[in-house]
């Protein structure tokens, strides 16, 4: 049973234009979520994360909705950029629970298109 | 300063060969973790430590997976007798310990593991 979930493999949106991506979560217990972006070769890198007492979290072009009755949280960048073009993860963990091991998505893989 | 570093980036196994596998984390990074990355997926949870205390090892998925971290600082992932299941890349990440609940893990870039 995958306790985090991205129904969207890919997206494509235009430069300039807002991208959106979507999540999914069944553990009521996650006390945070977080997004990682993966660029081919590397390793997963933070992005940004929201609390689970808070329903917005905005940093630079980036902001992340969360929705605790419907279990869905959202990433929106504002306004995309090539160099945003990458695979998102979506993770959630709980904080008293083994320093943030954290549980991921299947990722999402954004293409902006210049 | 140094990210996590990972080593080997790749590596070529015939089934059965035993692997061994290693991550330098962040200098001070008191948690470690490891995770698999299957083709297409996400990360899943392997093990974590606490300096050199193992303190879960739930997500190995079989006796044929070890790991330790022996002084606190590098680790190493074992795989013994390996299959061809276990081919995925090996993500090591730290963090410290009291923010990354929210702040996140490092990751370092990954060993990619092909059993053939």
């Known amino acids: 049973d995958q306790q985090v979930k991205q129904n969207s493999p890919s997206l494509s949106v235009q430069e300039g234009r807002i991208s959106i991506l979507n999540c999914d979560y069944t553990n009521s217990m996650f006390d945070y979520f977080l997004w990682y972006k993966k660029y081919p070769a590397e390793g997963p890198t933070f992005l940004i994360s929201i609390s689970s007492i808070k329903d917005k979290n905005e940093d630079g072009r980036f902001t992340v909705f969360l929705n605790k009755s419907a279990k869905h949280l959202s990433l929106h960048i504002v306004p995309s950029q090539p160099g945003d073009s990458a695979v998102y993860f979506c993770?959630?963990?709980?904080?008293?629970?083994?320093?943030?091991?954290?549980?991921f998505g299947d990722g999402t893989t954004l293409t902006v298109k210049p | 300063g140094a990210g996590v570093s990972q080593s080997p980036r790749y590596k070529v196994a015939k089934r059965g060969q035993d692997v061994a596998l290693r991550c330098d984390p962040i200098?001070?990074?008191?948690?470690l973790f490891w995770y698999q990355q299957a083709l297409g997926q996400g990360p899943e949870f392997l093990t974590y430590f606490q300096n050199e205390a193992q303190l879960d090892k739930s997500g190995l998925p079989s006796d044929r997976f070890f790991a330790e971290r022996p002084e606190g600082s590098v680790s190493t992932l074992k795989i013994q007798r390996t299959q061809q299941e276990d081919s995925a890349v090996y993500l090591c990440?730290?963090?410290?310990?009291?923010?990354?609940?929210?702040?996140?893990?490092?990751f370092g870039p990954g060993t990619r593991l092909l059993v053939l």
């Open positions: 990440a730290s963090s410290l310990e009291l923010l990354a609940g929210s702040q996140g893990q490092y």
């Open positions: 200098s001070g990074h008191v948690s």
């Open positions: 993770a959630a963990s709980r904080a008293n629970t083994n320093a943030g091991k954290s549980t």
